[in-house]
């Protein structure tokens, strides 16, 4: 029933499919104990996700600042660096899927429906977690926030280029996320829009404007055949 409406389920990657924050906690403190900076706890992190590394790492240093006008310990883009020598290669050592995930990608792709990743976070460390968990071969697309020249989620050009990769219309499309920034990039596009309630989104999910909410992924096949019936 799923597919008579929809060909493609478009995935954001952290807090949505993957609990990543352990491991992006584990190295935006190693990055602040190199400066000098105290630790950060989960839930401050959970508030930096969604954004890519830079706003995460800046988001890291602004929440340790010293004095509101602290000076930067460096640049910017060398405490970046600094994260991502830290997280690539390392970036599925504490992180899991959330529970009920990798059984629903395959269920939908026994359904016939193509899958497709749209994320802000990096593609190295992208494929590094599908690889880890042994999904690569489920999606037949996937788009990291350094992909494209200048665009990342919300901009609608994101989950275009995974559709187009795909070679699916928008019309036959939904995304499943967790934050503004996954509600953004469908809603410009007219994409039926599923919130996961587990993930890291920064307000009350009932302000996204979903389509529909999920509490767990044994709930998403009842949600899109929801929203495939007229």
Known sequence: MISER???????LDGTLIDSEPDLRAALNLTLAA????????????QMIGDGVPKLVERGFDATRNAPHDLP???LETAIETFLGFYEGKAAALSTPFP????ALRNLRQQGLQLGVCTNKPQRPTLEILDVFGITGDF??????DTLDGIRKPDGRHLAAVLDQLEIAPARAVMVGDNHNDAGTAQSLGVPFVAVSFGYARGPV???????????????????????TP
């Open 100 to 103: 009920g995930a990798v059984d």
């Open 73 to 75: 310990d460096a640049p």
């Open 140 to 145: 037949g697309a996937v788009v990291g926030g």
């Open 35 to 46: 400066y000098g900076r105290s630790e950060v706890t989960r839930p401050q992190v959970i």
């Open 6 to 12: 929809f060909d493609a389920v478009v995935f954001d």
């Open 206 to 228: 009932s302000e996204l404007g979903a389509d529909a909410v999920i509490d767990h992924f044994g709930d998403l096949a009842a949600a899109l055949d929801a929203l495939g």
